[in-house]
């Protein structure tokens, strides 16, 4: 640091002794004949003041604290004071006027020219740190001045920017908004389930008791179609929240859309023109093909109902690739490779108060008894469990586009088979051999009607069945000598899924077969692997009939 320290000691030879003293360590010095010319030698960057007390109590204070006083805010001027000789008290009684000289440092005789050098060290370091905070000051002020400059320029952009924040945090409450209301849609859907299991399956029990009466029978069999439309509703309601159990396949959509033309044109009438406009070298996608064919139905559905005069519908495939800036007023589509299914009618669109609640179950504009309300939601429920989203964009009077991503995907299943080859449900399969009473079966339902349903269900075949209303009962029973042909246990357990249950049963009993029944998808039903050899699953409400038949074809697998 070249800034000099400022010596004023005019008494002998107390200067030049300084100056020397202070030339051994390298420190710079400029001796001042009297007061003023030391005052002048503030205006320029200095490291320090040493001053003799005799030079102040000559020429004054006032002048010198005046222009400490005057330092800029960044600046503690280290000063120090070589106290006079003799009156020890005197000294100390003046200290409350040194004081005013601010960051002083008072140097008693007889001084050292060590001693010298150690405060003047000092007081160089600590002026080193003033003149970085100086540096820090202005680098600051003139980032401001550049900050402040530019404020103007970007007005435009920030009040874009804010548009954008504010269609986002509109975005982040329809999407929590719609997930709280799947979250509880779903749990009133899977206890609903549960009560339908127990209704339904007692009345396929009463319905098989009295063949014979067909006046009651008749009875029966109006509760059953009742409850089972019952049960329809609710797995809409599962589609809605995601929860419900899918059986996804490598899935080619052209070939889909084209299959469904024909019953597309049927339902939409003759005065609507259906067009089909399908992408060469479309990827494939791995996806419910049931569930696809019917959002694609509801969808031209819908289109017809919106178009009472005729008009156009237009139905496209295409390859999309979405990255990290494209979002929707729905909700968040995560960036990646999608499959895209769209959908366009020329009908009367939807105002923005219907749009923005327009996936929302129940929501209809539809009169009584001519809409339920959950197309779309099942539509959206079920896109975003395939791991992909659902958009609509319409405006009045210029019709709707619903857009449906969904992932691509390989082509061929978990473990390389293609998906065309796939085996048909296990439900529609027929019992090879006769029920066998010498076969033991574990079921695992929390539910106790449930759980008695099945009981007797089991046993009415002639199988052994032991039972547990709760995981801890389960594993004690595997960790038994008993014979377990089956495991047959409810996916949502208190304290343990299904799943893991599974997994443990297998730990303990290789090769054990499972069936899964459920009120809703718990388990990555959407994995190819999900469900390996030895291993079904179910959705509630099960009927009698299929869940007989599915435990023994699942029996009778290894004799296949």
């Given at each position: ?14 200067a ?24 002048d ?11 003799s ?106 009040q ?6 504010r ?37 396929h ?8 009466d ?31 159990p ?16 024909g ?14 406009v ?75 108060d ?5 996936f ?54 978990g ?33 106790a ?8 269900a ?30 047959v ?5 208190p ?32 994995e ?33």
């Amino acid at each position: 640091m070249d800034a000099p320290i400022l010596v004023l000691a005019p008494h002998g030879r107390d200067a030049e002794v300084i100056r020397l003293v202070l030339d051994e360590v390298g420190m710079t010095t400029r001796l001042c004949a009297d007061l003023p010319a030391l005052c002048d030698g503030l205006a320029r960057d200095v490291t320090a003041l040493i001053l003799s007390e005799g030079a102040l109590l000559r020429a004054g204070m006032e002048p010198l604290v005046a222009c400490l006083e005057a330092q800029p805010p960044w600046s503690d001027l280290p000063v120090l004071v070589l106290t006079a000789r003799g009156n020890r008290s005197a000294s100390k009684a003046r200290w409350a006027q040194f004081q005013r000289l601010g960051n002083v440092t008072l140097l008693d005789p007889p001084l050292h020219a060590e001693a010298l050098q150690s405060a003047a060290q000092s007081a160089l370091r600590a002026r080193l740190r003033q003149y970085r905070i100086r540096t820090l000051l202005a680098d600051i002020e003139r980032a401001n001045d550049e900050l402040e400059g530019r404020v103007a320029e970007r007005t435009q952009s920030l009040q874009t920017e804010m548009r954008e924040r504010r269609k986002a945090e509109e975005a982040l409450q329809q999407a929590q908004k719609m997930e709280a209301v799947g979250q509880l849609t779903g749990g009133i859907a899977h206890d609903f389930n549960n009560l339908l299991q127990v209704m339904l399956g007692n009345l396929h029990l009463l319905r098989s008791a009295l063949s014979a009466d067909e006046a009651l029978l008749r009875h029966v069999t109006m509760a059953v179609t009742a409850g089972d439309r019952a049960a329809a509703l609710t797995r809409h309601l599962l589609a809605f929240a995601r929860r419900q159990p899918l059986t996804p396949r490598s899935l080619d959509l052209n070939a889909l859309v084209a299959a469904m033309s024909g019953l597309i044109q049927q339902s939409v009438g003759e005065s609507i023109r259906v067009e089909t406009v399908l992408a060469d070298g479309l990827w494939r996608t791995w996806a419910d093909a049931n569930q696809v064919e019917s959002a694609l139905l509801n969808l031209a559905i819908n289109g017809r109902d919106a178009m009472p005069d005729g008009g156009r519908l237009r139905v496209e495939t295409s390859n999309a690739v979405l990255d990290e800036t494209v979002s929707d007023a729905q909700g968040d589509i995560l960036p990646g490779r999608y499959v895209l299914l769209r959908i366009t009618d020329t009908g009367s669109g939807m105002p923005p108060d219907v749009l923005e609640r327009a996936f929302e179950p129940f929501f209809t504009t539809k009169p009584i008894g001519q809409g339920t309300g959950l197309g779309l939601s099942q539509l959206y429920g079920f896109a975003r469990q395939s791991g992909g989203h659902a958009v609509i964009r319409s405006q009045p009077g210029q019709g709707t586009t619903v857009s449906l991503y969904l992932p691509r995907h390989d082509g061929v299943d978990g473990n390389g088979v293609d998906e065309a080859d796939a085996a048909i449900p296990v439900a529609e399969a027929e019992p090879r051999t006769p029920s066998r009473n010498d076969e033991t079966i574990l079921v695992v339902e929390d539910e106790a009607l449930v759980l008695m349903l099945w009981v007797e269900a089991l046993e009415g075949q002639g199988y052994h069945v032991l039972q547990a209303a709760e995981p801890e009962a389960a594993v004690a029973i595997l960790e038994s000598d008993a014979a377990i042909d089956l495991l047959v246990t409810d996916v949502g357990l208190p304290g343990m899924t299904g799943r893991d249950l599974a997994d443990l049963a297998r730990g303990l009993r290789p090769g054990l077969r499972v069936l899964f029944v459920t009120g809703y998808a718990h388990y990555a039903a959407l994995e190819p692997d999900s469900l390996g050899a030895g291993t079904r699953m179910l959705s509630k409400p099960v009927g009698v009939d299929t869940l007989q038949i599915t435990v023994r074809g699942l029996l009778d697998e290894d004799s296949a």
